[in-house]
């Protein structure tokens, strides 16, 4: 088996040392680089990789990779897509090759990312197709690009022992590009849910919500829209911003994808925005019982902080459900161990217990 790990890059010198050592192992490393003004090229030429100098006018991602695919040697039998700001973990080789059969295209491998390069703690983690045969792959969208199959049939297999890591920059600037090219997507194939999704995340991020809630709800109407915790991610956004709606956008949600604990904790801020307690103890109930995440890209890790428990334990202490109280008081506080308001309210729910049980 002969492998080709390629990539694009463009002003990567912080990543290039790391991106080829951790790509050591394959028999080809190929970058083609977009007109990068900092030393990246002789990074990487120092670092032994092969880098092609290449100009795409007018950018787009989809015809730079394809044009970095091209340069990939007609012997290779397994290329492998990684970015610059990604690194394969020790070790991927020989998992690849005895995860890799005869009759397979492409192979699903673990990206986790990290907030920095020397903290180890995954922030979320999920399957990519990062590794696929020489012949039949083409990327397509001008951003957010998708690795498809030209073939006949496409035959895919998974190995989650090969890790790929990513720590992602972004102060990058070619991340402003990303809305403009997102429309040109959206324009050449409006009924791809994918790029409507997320081109209506991204102009809620732009305070653009009128168009937003327009393509967010078109991407919910769309028949291949099938996916339940990216469609209860829409209705999350909506509810976001339609604040008079919020409560019925966000019960869509919860029924879409009753798993995720994202919603509940949604919920429960709803419900204390209210002082609903009786709703807010039952959000916060059945979001504590969730845990396990999805494995998605669409993983919060905030979600999994100490608020569920806070206002789990105010719920309990408003319907005078005192043990509760201090028991969720308690693992807010084990999960946030510096913050004085939650030791302040601990302090005060072991007080009204000992109180409501010196009544009894």
């Known amino acids: 088996m002969k492998v080709a790990v390629y990539t694009i890059a463009l002003n990567e010198a912080a990543n290039a040392e790391r991106w080829a050592n951790s790509a050591a192992d394959a028999d080809y490393r190929i970058v083609a680089d977009t007109g990068s003004t900092d030393d990246t090229v002789e990074r ?22 394809n044009a970095a695919m091209a340069l990939i040697p007609d012997d290779v039998d397994v290329c492998c897509t990684m970015d610059m700001d990604r690194s394969l973990e020790p ?33 979320r983690s999920f399957p990519t197709k990062n590794f696929h045969h020489r012949w039949g792959y083409r990327f397509k969208r001008a951003v957010h690009e998708a690795l498809v199959f030209s073939g ?37 194939e409006p009924d791809d849910g994918q790029i409507c999704f997320w081109l209506g995340r991204d102009l809620m991020w ?9 393509l967010l709800k078109h991407y919910l109407s769309l028949p291949a829209s099938i996916w339940g915790e990216e469609r209860s991610e829409a209705m999350r956004y909506i509810a976001r911003m339609q604040p008079q709606d919020k409560l019925l956008w966000l019960d869509k949600a919860r029924i879409e994808a009753p798993h995720r604990r994202e919603i ?8 204390h925005g209210r002082a609903d307690w009786l709703n807010l103890f039952w959000a916060c109930a059945n979001g504590i019982e969730k845990t396990r995440r999805t494995g998605s890209y669409l993983d919060d890790a905030s979600c999994w902080g100490f608020r569920l428990f ?20 308690q693992k807010a506080l084990e999960l946030d161990q510096n913050n004085q308001r939650l030791k302040d309210n601990l302090d005060f729910f072991v007080r009204r217990r000992e109180e ?5």
Request: glycine share 4%; charged share 25%.
């Open 91 to 123: 070790g991927w080789r020989p998992k690849l090759e005895a995860a890799w059969t005869p009759e397979m295209t492409a192979l699903f491998c673990q990206t986790v990312y990290r907030s920095s390069v020397d903290n180890p703690t995954p922030l």
């Open 206 to 214: 732009a305070n653009q919500h009128e168009r937003a809630i327009h």
């Open 264 to 271: 509940w904790l949604d919920l429960a801020e709803e419900f």
């Open 44 to 65: 990487l030429t120092a670092a032994g990789v092969t880098v092609h100098r290449i100009a795409i006018r007018p950018w787009r991602f989809d015809t730079a990779r």
């Open 310 to 329: 806070d206002l789990g334990a105010i719920a309990s202490w408003r319907l005078n459900a005192m043990e509760r109280a201090v028991e969720w008081g």
């Open 356 to 360: 409501v049980s010196l009544r009894k």
């Open 152 to 188: 006949e049939k496409e035959v895919t297999g998974s190995c989650d022992d090969i890790v790929m890591s990513e720590v992602q920059d972004h102060a990058k600037p070619t991340r402003s590009n990303y809305l403009p090219l997102m429309e040109i997507a959206h324009k050449e």
